[in-house]
């Protein structure tokens, strides 16, 4: 089945600066892939997703670029801020199913101020 | 519109005991999914519910069952609890189109410790 693996685990970057999460799937069917932001006693909140027939989005200050060959998508928020401070999951899925959505083992950003 | 509305936010239960925690999706929306949170396993998949019917079940033990009602408002039961099943445990309702209906939206959660 499919497998997501997430990386780094924690992540502590200035205020202003750029952070980058990446994540691997390994079934190469997956064609939908989501970003989840978890915020301290609140449960994920879709920030932003990709189809496998686009290669990157944008929204605002937010990006995520897929890489279909290499089986690699990212995270990139540019200009961060403090309350971007939150617990980034990714995930792949290989239907339109919530059962079939495989989440990435999360990481903690940390903004410094 | 009101977001996926969770309860109990916070339930303390001793082991052997049962629970039920209760959903409900945002409004419209059909399909109701529940996931356990730990810190060591993640977000886990427990069941998929559309229109009253159980349309997929995680690898959870057979003590953990649901069911969704005709308004769209779902209940997961847990009996016989153990200490590993403390966890945070996660309601998300579906875009009702049926084209997007991967797009999940949480709730807050219930919290549970079994002790």
Same mark, same amino acid.
């Given at each position: 089945?499919?497998?997501?693996?997430?990386?780094?685990?924690?992540?502590?970057?200035?205020?202003?600066?750029?952070?980058?999460?990446?994540?691997?799937?390994?079934?190469?069917?997956?064609?939908?892939?989501?970003?989840?932001?978890?915020?301290?006693?609140?449960?994920?909140?879709?920030?932003?997703?990709?189809?496998?027939?686009?290669?990157?989005?944008?929204d605002?200050?937010?990006?995520?670029?897929?890489?279909?060959t290499?089986?690699?998508?990212s995270?990139?928020?540019?200009?961060t801020?403090?309350?971007?401070?939150?617990?980034?999951?990714?995930?792949?899925?290989?239907?339109r199913?919530?059962?079939?959505?495989?989440?990435?083992?999360?990481?903690?950003l940390?903004i410094?101020? | 519109?009101?977001?996926v509305?969770?309860?109990?936010?916070?339930?303390?239960?001793?082991?052997?005991?049962?629970?039920?925690?209760?959903?409900?999706?945002?409004?419209?929306?059909r399909?109701?999914?529940?996931?356990?949170?730990?810190?060591?396993?993640?977000?886990q998949?427990?069941?998929?519910?559309? !229109?009253?019917?159980?349309?997929?079940?995680?690898n959870?033990?057979?003590r953990? $069952? *649901?069911r /969704?009602? #005709?308004?769209?408002?779902?209940?997961?039961?847990?009996?016989?609890?153990?200490?590993?099943?403390?966890?945070?445990?996660?309601?998300?309702? !579906?875009?009702?189109?049926?084209v997007?209906?991967?797009?999940?939206?949480?709730? $807050? *959660?219930? /919290?549970? #410790?079994?002790?």
């Amino acid at each position: 089945g499919e497998n997501v693996e997430q990386h780094p685990s924690t992540l502590s970057v200035q205020e202003g600066d750029s952070a980058v999460i990446k994540c691997t799937y390994s079934d190469s069917a997956s064609n939908y892939f989501p970003w989840y932001k978890q915020e301290l006693g609140k449960g994920p909140q879709l920030i932003i997703d990709i189809r496998s027939n686009v290669g990157e989005k944008k929204d605002q200050r937010i990006a995520v670029t897929l890489n279909k060959t290499a089986k690699h998508f990212s995270l990139h928020i540019t200009e961060t801020q403090p309350e971007d401070s939150a617990v980034y999951f990714c995930a792949a899925s290989i239907s339109r199913s919530a059962s079939k959505i495989i989440f990435g083992s999360g990481t903690r950003l940390s903004i410094r101020p | 519109k009101a977001g996926v509305t969770q309860t109990p936010r916070y339930l303390i239960k001793t082991r052997g005991q049962q629970v039920t925690l209760s959903c409900s999706p945002i409004s419209g929306h059909r399909s109701v999914s529940w996931y356990q949170q730990t810190p060591g396993q993640g977000l886990q998949f427990l069941f998929e519910y559309f !229109s009253e019917t159980q349309r997929n079940k995680g690898n959870f033990p057979g003590r953990f $069952s *649901g069911r /969704q009602f #005709s308004n769209s408002r779902s209940e997961m039961n847990v009996s016989t609890l153990e200490l590993g099943d403390s966890a945070l445990y996660l309601c998300a309702s !579906s875009t009702p189109d049926g084209v997007e209906n991967e797009k999940l939206f949480f709730g $807050s *959660g219930t /919290q549970l #410790s079994v002790l």
